[in-house]
């Protein structure tokens, strides 16, 4: 026993660890389960994407964008954190081609920045993100420009309304109408002191150009400059030029304002598209690039400007890549930069030479759709560019000289699906071992558990490591472990697989704040949400992505390789649904055409009769053809994968009702008991059946919302209900678990609001009895009337717009269920547990006490937002979370959220509270410091008493 | 009484007289009369008889084999109020209620075995039913007790946990994107 002759150690040991345990004391639990990966979209145009001074005093520049999921801000180029963001337009945003036409974001005066969308005007405090004015005009919004002498924004409405308005007030300085509301607006170019307006007049096919004083809104001179025929377009033109651009279908025309003057370049059919790019009023940069079919080619041109007349000066040199330009001017020359995957390189605008190339240290994970750059010449002649580059798959980077300095993952604010992919059953292997031990012979089975305890000896050098590290991590912050598969014992550990819009495939984790695991591309250029079946969990660790036009990925979802490709062919509005062989792991994919009499087909196209067993007790079931309802069939697999589908069943809605939504039970929804326990000890059972679809169909003639509760198996209607004064143009949503569902939709009747209605069904109204819940089977097609489940509602009137609903999960089904609302006014994810949303409280009256000891409270209508415990997301302000996806962990308690949109926001939830785990607000140190502190006092007092009891014999 | 029997057997089933013979050299103080206990002494000398000695037992065996019956309402009371809430006194106490008749069945030969004769050993069969009977009820009270904590699976609820869903004969794949 050296310790006993030195207790000092234990003084240093004791205090070194109290002294490194400090750091970890303090910080909020909320921030530490859950993540928020913030973001803001791709930014949809290189004219809406600039650095910018947020405040004239300050040195250094923030970027500024506007995304393709109208969400403007400022990121910090230095880190790639975001600075501030504000949303554009309250409603959702679906297709990007177009939005760039309506939506942009311009420099304003004093560190201000204004955003257009659609008919909306605002303008933004550059360094705070705050709104300064907002003006919202009555038709869409051609083109606005600041005029900083005057200190006015003018606005141009399509109709040709010009309006000014006070930068500082936005009150109106004055409004002019530009040709009697025939013509229509297009852009402002600003030379000088004149305003030139270019509008086109549809009936007289002329292009027209009206100088406007900025003063005062005069109309000065009109011109007619030229032929506007109807095949052209505008092209969007740098407002410091003295010249307009418009198109059409083999020429673009740059015609100089307030003459005839039009000089016209021919473009190749082959030119994909091109953009005008100017930093002063003299020159005029011109990129092209085409995409033939087999390579991309991309150049540029520089044009200068004198007197009006529009010269050719130099041309850089025509590549077969793919690479982007950007003109800047820093003050010390004016230079393009051209990037592609590979480098970055400089061009002068005077002597059309490369000055200066950067080679990147790899290759860009995809190609470049626009860039916008900073080029700064040192006076020692050193040259040094900052370019923000958007890539094709829909990500930002910034890359600063020859580094790569940050990439957003903003592709993920585009996704159009997302699935859970389990990691852990990927290692859960040991439960069929188990199994499979427990049906073979004693010997056998000896013999295999040995040879497993010994195979698993190679875990025990990483076990004894981890759990030097949890000891470890008890005293201080957990470090961060790399994000290879290691051992997640709570199962907390999920990958989320997002298809995005850009046809990426991407996975995140949620153990790991939403960090990106692994992308892939799969070789589309845009996926939209039509575009996709589904994401399909196809055994262990794989994932199916199945497209409308027939391909499907395999995907190892935990290394992102791509294992397979391949085509099916499959009708568009066909629906795509996974079987299951219930003997053996096989899975197929098969997809039912809405057609009525075209076979369908399954994939893999093997092993007919196993599918043909997985098939037969089953009843497939999709939307009819035009969505007028719900069909089911049952198929037969026939050789070349092909299945014959025969037809069961159809639900179709009367003349007037439209299809809201479908929804069914989640795939894992345990049923844990099926009863609920009175206060007085009887039982109400509950109505049990796996194969609920509940139908939302609204009628706008009638104003109301049907709903129908079907069994998929026999097509049979178990329940309906019928909402009468609903605002059926709003959001109707719904979930539905175990053996009740929510739904909310906007009332206009007295109680006008959102209204939450909650229905359980029983399987009887009356108590103790079970009616046929208690047969050893049960078949969906003999369900005489009386057996039709016994429903009550109760409705809550909530106080904003849900525009999703979702259900916690958990492994067995024990803990009581939390629905989960996204709420996008209040910028937050809540979850309302099951026991408040409980249509059994008493109504009008006080609980009694029964009642209560079943944990009945009593009814309010109005269901207000508990911010404290229901929000989710805490603090946090989640922009655009419109879908809510969960997963249950390996911990009965413990469910896993992810709501994804725009934001990506994950979170565990416990809806019963953390029963099975110890939470952080447990001292594992004071436990540890009192056993350690008992530990040395008996060492101490040990040879005391010794002593003294041997003293004490002596004396006797 | 034909038997003569040894002074010490005489000795020891007269109940000796209450007080130690006063040596008689030493008188009486006045007023003292030795009169009234002497009486008695005398009455206590004849024995009484077997039959007498018998009804004195079954009196003796009723007494303790209602012993419990008065201790009935106050379990009753006790139990009453200790509420149904499972306490460690309530716990406790219902434990006792069982735990004491239980004990008590178990050694009702021992209990009544003093009163036990060839005459009494009839007799004493009523009273012992008798005793059993109290035990039981006041088992009876402790079951009363558990089943109002909600011990006894007596309810519908009791049993759920051992009832499962039926197992569907079809199955259902949907989807309905």
Same mark, same amino acid.
């Given at each position: ?956 | ?41 005398? %009455? ?5 008889? *077997?039959?007498? !000695?018998?009804?004195?037992? #079954?009196? /003796?065996?009723?007494?303790?084999? @209602? ?60 009273? %012992? ?5 109290? *035990?039981?009820? !006041?088992?009876?009270?402790? #079951?009363? /007790?558990?089943?109002?904590?909600? @011990? ?26």
């Amino acid at each position: 026993m050296w310790l006993r002759h030195n207790p000092l150690h234990y003084f240093l040991l004791a205090g070194s660890l109290l002294s490194s345990s400090c750091q970890a004391v303090f910080s909020d639990e909320a921030f530490h389960t859950d993540f928020q990966v913030q973001l803001f979209g791709t930014a949809l145009d290189p004219s809406s994407t600039f650095f910018h001074q947020a405040a004239a005093g300050k040195t250094g520049s923030l970027l500024y964008t506007l995304s393709n999921r109208l969400v403007i801000g400022a990121i910090n180029p230095k880190d790639g954190a975001q600075v501030w963001r504000q949303r554009l337009g309250e409603g959702t945003v679906s297709e990007s081609e177009e939005l760039s036409k309506s939506a942009w974001l311009r420099k304003s005066k004093d560190g201000r920045i204004v955003s257009v969308f659609d008919k909306a005007i605002a303008l933004w405090d550059a360094a705070t993100g705050r709104a300064v004015w907002e003006y919202s005009a009555s038709v869409t919004v051609a083109d606005v420009i600041t005029l900083e002498a005057e200190n006015l924004l003018v606005v141009a409405l399509k109709g040709g309304e010009v309006k000014a308005i006070k930068l500082a007030s936005g009150e109106i300085a004055w409004e002019t109408l530009v040709g009697e509301g025939r013509d229509v607006a297009s852009n402002f170019n600003l030379v000088g002191d004149r305003l030139f307006l270019t509008l086109s007049e549809p009936a007289a096919t002329a292009l027209k150009t009206v100088v406007i004083s900025p003063a005062t809104g005069a109309q000065l001179e009109t011109f007619i400059d030229g032929v506007f025929g109807q095949s052209d377009n505008h092209v969007s033109t740098p407002q410091m030029l003295p010249i307009t651009a418009f198109r059409d279908s083999d020429q673009l025309k740059l015609n100089t304002l307030g003459t005839k003057q039009t000089k016209s370049l021919g473009v190749d059919s082959t030119v994909h598209d091109y953009r005008l790019h100017s930093v002063t009023q003299d020159t005029l940069f011109i990129e092209y690039w085409a995409k033939s079919p087999d390579s991309a080619t991309s150049w540029a041109d520089f044009y200068t400007i004198k007197d009006g007349v529009v010269t050719k000066k130099t041309s850089l040199p025509y590549e077969n890549a793919i690479s982007v330009f950007s003109l800047s001017d820093s003050g010390s020359g004016i230079f393009a930069t051209r990037v592609n995957r590979a480098e970055i390189r400089i061009y002068d605008a005077e002597s059309e030479n490369q000055v200066k190339a950067f080679e990147l240290p790899k290759l860009l994970p995809a190609e470049p759709l626009h860039v916008v750059a900073e080029v700064v010449k040192r006076k020692d002649g050193a040259i040094a560019v900052r370019a923000a580059v958007t890539l094709a798959d829909g990500n930002m980077v910034l890359v600063r000289n020859d580094q790569i300095v940050w990439t957003r993952q903003e592709a993920l604010a585009s996704a159009v699906a997302a699935e859970f992919v389990d990691v852990h059953e990927v290692e859960d292997t040991l439960e069929k071992t188990l199994h499979a031990e427990e049906t073979s012979n004693l010997v056998t089975a000896y013999i295999k558990r040995v040879t497993r305890h010994i195979e698993e000896l190679k875990y025990l050098p990483g076990w004894i490591a981890g759990f030097q590290e949890s000891i470890l991590g008890i005293f201080g912050p957990a470090t961060p472990t790399d994000t290879a598969i290691t051992k997640d014992p709570f199962g907390y550990r999920k990958f989320v697989v997002l298809v995005t819009r850009f046809g990426w495939v991407t996975a995140i984790d949620t153990a790991n704040r939403g960090e990106v695991v692994w992308t892939i591309n799969l070789g589309k250029t845009e996926i939209l949400e039509k575009d996709i079946k589904g994401i399909f969990h196809f055994g262990k660790g794989v994932v199916l992505v199945v497209l409308t036009s027939g391909d499907i990925y395999k995907i190892d979802a935990i290394t992102g390789k791509g294992l397979k490709r391949t085509a099916i062919q499959i009708l568009p509005s066909a629906s795509v649904m996974t079987v299951e062989s219930p003997t053996s792991d096989d899975r197929w994919i098969i997809a039912i055409p809405a057609r009525e009499s075209v076979k369908g087909w399954f994939w893999p196209d093997e092993k007919e009769e196993e599918l043909t067993k997985a098939l037969s007790k089953a009843t497939l079931s999709r939307k009819c053809e035009g969505s007028t309802g719900i069909c089911g069939y049952t198929a037969k697999p026939i050789i070349g994968g092909r299945l014959i589908l025969t037809p069961t069943w159809s639900f179709r809605l009367p003349q007037n009702q439209k299809v809201v939504s479908i929804s069914t039970r989640p795939a894992h929804d345990p049923i844990a008991s099926i009863g609920k326990v009175l206060g007085d000890r009887s039982v109400m059972y509950k109505y049990v059946n796996p194969h609920l679809a509940l139908l939302i169909a609204s009628a706008p003639s009638s104003s109301s919302i049907y709903l129908y509760l079907l069994d998929t198996v026999s097509g049979a209607i178990l329940h309906t209900s019928i909402q009468t004064d609903a605002d059926t143009t709003r959001p109707i949503v719904a979930t539905i678990a175990e053996n009740w569902y929510v739904y909310s939709y906007y009332s206009n009747s007295d109680a006008r609001g959102t209204q939450l209605v909650v229905t359980d069904f029983y399987a009887s109204a009356t108590k103790n009895d079970p009616a046929r819940l208690l047969q050893q089977n049960i078949s969906s097609y003999d369900q005489p009337r009386s057996t039709s489940p016994y429903g009550i509602s109760q409705a809550f009137v909530f106080p904003h717009p849900i525009t999703s609903l979702a259900t916690t999960t958990t492994r067995q089904g024990i803990t009581t269920r939390a629905v989960l609302l996204s709420v996008p006014k209040l910028g937050s994810l809540l979850a309302i547990n099951k026991r408040t949303l409980e249509p059994r409280r008493p109504v009008g009256r006080e609980p009694t006490a029964e009642e209560k000891e079943e944990g009945l409270f009593k009814y309010e209508p109005y269901l207000g937002v508990d911010h404290g415990r229901a929000s989710l997301s805490h603090i946090r302000d989640l922009v655009g979370v419109e879908k809510i996806i969960t997963t249950p962990s390996l911990l009965e308690s413990t469910s896993i959220v992810v709501g994804w949109g725009i934001d990506i926001f994950g979170t565990r939830t416990n809806p019963s509270e953390a029963f099975d785990v110890l939470g952080r607000g447990f001292n594992k140190l004071a436990l540890i410091g009192s056993v350690l502190a008992v530990g040395v006092g008996t060492l101490f007092l040990r040879p005391m008493v010794r002593k003294k009891q041997i003293g004490q014999r002596w004396a006797q | 009484m034909a038997l003569s029997q040894p002074a010490w057997v005489i000795d020891l089933k007269t109940s000796p007289s209450s007080r130690p013979k006063a040596p008689s050299n030493v008188a009486d103080p006045p007023g003292y009369s030795t009169s009234g206990s002497s009486k008695k002494s005398q %009455k206590q000398i004849t024995p009484p008889t *077997q039959a007498e !000695t018998d009804d004195l037992k #079954i009196k /003796k065996a009723w007494e303790v084999a @209602l012993a419990p019956a008065k201790s009935l309402p106050m379990n009753m009371i006790m139990m009453y109020m200790s509420g149904n809430t499972l306490q460690i006194f309530s716990i406790m106490m219902t434990a006792m209620l069982f735990m004491n008749p239980l004990r008590a069945l178990s050694s009702v030969g021992n209990t009544f075995s003093k009163f036990d004769g060839e005459a009494t050993h009839g007799r004493l069969l009523t009273v %012992k039913l008798a005793y059993i009977g109290l *035990q039981i009820l !006041t088992i009876v009270i402790g #079951i009363w /007790k558990v089943n109002a904590m909600g @011990l006894l699976p007596t309810t519908r609820s009791d049993w759920l946990a051992w009832e499962h869903a039926p197992v569907p004969l079809e199955t259902s794949i949907s989807n309905f994107r």
